[in-house]
């Protein structure tokens, strides 16, 4: 082939390979600088890889394998029915470099940068599928009957309408011994960890109980109280709870943060006897159970387990969120607490609402009302069982070997991987245009490392991209 590629579809001249420069490498640095002097505009539809490899005279599979690493380092989108464009990105480009061609074999580079083209972390419901028209219909009847002084400051505990279906909801759907006297709206459940992490610290305590694993930004929260957290054990049973009244580490704890109804990012569920040991621990020494019920309402293959809460109303704070059933950005949060911490939770929070919008508070709480709540959960829990069961079905016929578990409730799957490879799966992903996390993400620092494996959520991609993040995932799996 001539060492100019002179043509490149109609009438675009491509820059000349360096010496010593390989085919497909030297093809990625002529696209690459096409695309960066603008002569390839965002949204440029390219040749087929057939039709480029004839024009250029090169092997087909030379010009398929340089596509797709573009497209993984984010240079390139591939969708089918409209072919491979250039990328419409505002941030920088990475600079050029030559990505392995099997990238999930032996040691690579660092990832390259730039937006993933599938997003499977963990966390993130299907936002496409928030319910606008409903969610607009209760917005308009509920701003048409409030009251004026709605829109004025008001109750740091938060709208009365909302703390009074959420009460009613809590007590059907989750089994939550709940009062609208005792329940705080809060913006997220950070804001409610926060506002925790505050009284607690005020009351003298010093150190809250944690799982093995869990997020650190609400471990980060807590040390910002001023708060030590030690890890509990964790073993293939779960949490042990058990070792909560042990002499050690977490014998001096003053609260515990607990996922019982489905252990994030584990997946699994507090078994009975460990939730009766919790219980039992908060009841002898004092202590306060700090229950993160996340995504309770999404189950599959079992029947709801019930808030642990129930079991001792005056022991356990109870803090949910809408964050996983509608969105995250709706800030909508609530906790119910025991009778002692009402007023200490509201000084905390401050003398007015100054952080919850009180239109959207009025939205939800006509949501919830009109039953509209409870059709979304419906129609989104169908939903994500379809997306857990083609996840298990795709990787049952391409990785055999590889175990899935936490998947009989929530919005994600672990997938077990061979020891010590977890990072190189990472690195693999990364090339594919692949988000995820490994399980070691979310470790705690003072827990051994005892297995490796992929944190897949599946509730984030579009329904055009599903296809291809399951085929992205399957490819790096060992």
């Not at 060492?3 to 009438?11: I, M, R, S, V």
């Not at 694993?213 to 964790?234: I, K, Q, T």
């Not at 009975?272 to 995504?295: H, I, K, M």
Request: hydrophobic share 40%; net charge positive.
């Amino acid at each position: 082939m001539a060492n100019d590629w002179a043509t490149f579809g109609a009438d675009l001249h491509l820059e000349p390979l360096r010496q010593g420069q390989g085919l497909r490498e030297g093809l990625m640095d002529a696209l690459r600088e096409a695309v960066r002097g603008g002569r390839l505009p965002a949204g440029t539809r390219l040749p087929s890889s057939r039709a480029l490899a004839l024009d250029l005279g090169v092997a087909r599979n030379t010009v398929a394998d340089a596509y797709a690493e573009l497209v993984a380092e984010g240079w390139l989108t591939a969708r089918q029915g409209s072919g491979t464009r250039v990328a419409r990105r505002s941030e920088p480009r990475p600079a050029p470099r030559a990505a392995p061609r099997h990238p999930a074999g032996g040691s690579v580079t660092a990832p390259p940068a730039g937006r993933p083209t599938y997003n499977l972390r963990p966390g993130t419901p299907d936002l496409a599928s928030f319910p606008r028209a409903a969610w607009l219909k209760a917005a308009r009847k509920a701003l048409t009957a409030a009251p004026d002084e709605a829109f004025g400051y008001g109750d740091p505990r938060g709208r009365i309408e909302l703390r009074t279906v959420l009460a009613e909801y809590l007590a059907r759907a989750r089994g939550v011994y709940a009062r609208p006297e005792r329940i705080v709206l809060c913006s997220g459940f950070v804001h409610g960890l926060l506002l925790m992490g505050q009284v607690l610290r005020a009351r003298g305590v010093r150190e809250v109980a944690v799982e093995s694993y869990g997020l650190d930004v609400h471990w980060e929260l807590l040390a910002r109280a001023g708060l030590r957290m030690p890890a509990l054990p964790f073993d293939e049973r779960g949490t042990r709870t058990e070792e909560l009244g042990a002499p050690g580490e977490t014998g001096s704890a003053g609260a515990v943060l607990l996922t019982p109804a489905h252990q994030f990012p584990t997946g699994g569920a507090l078994r009975p006897d460990r939730r009766a040991a919790a219980v039992d621990w908060a009841r002898s020494a004092g202590g306060l159970l700090l229950e993160d019920d996340y995504d309770g309402e999404f189950r599959y293959d079992r029947q709801p387990v019930g808030a642990l809460q129930g079991l001792d109303p005056e022991r356990v704070v109870y803090l949910g969120t809408a964050s996983k059933s509608l969105a995250p950005g709706l800030r909508i949060a609530w906790m119910v607490l025991p009778e002692q911490l009402v007023d200490e939770v509201v000084a905390a929070k401050g003398t007015v609402d100054w952080v919850s919008s009180a239109p959207d508070q009025l939205t939800f709480a006509e949501f919830l009302a009109s039953g509209a709540y409870d059709r979304h959960v419906r129609a989104m829990r169908l939903r994500y069982r379809r997306r857990r069961d083609q996840l298990v079905a795709a990787v049952a016929a391409r990785s055999p070997g590889t175990r899935i578990s936490g998947i009989a409730a929530g919005l994600h799957a672990v997938l077990e991987l061979p020891e010590g490879t977890e990072e190189s799966v990472l690195r693999a992903a990364a090339f594919q245009g692949l988000a995820v996390l490994g399980i070691n993400r979310f470790r705690h620092p003072t827990t051994p490392r005892t297995r490796d494996a992929l944190v897949v959520g599946y509730g984030t991609p579009s329904d055009s991209a599903w296809s291809g993040a399951l085929d992205a995932l399957c490819r790096v799996l060992p």
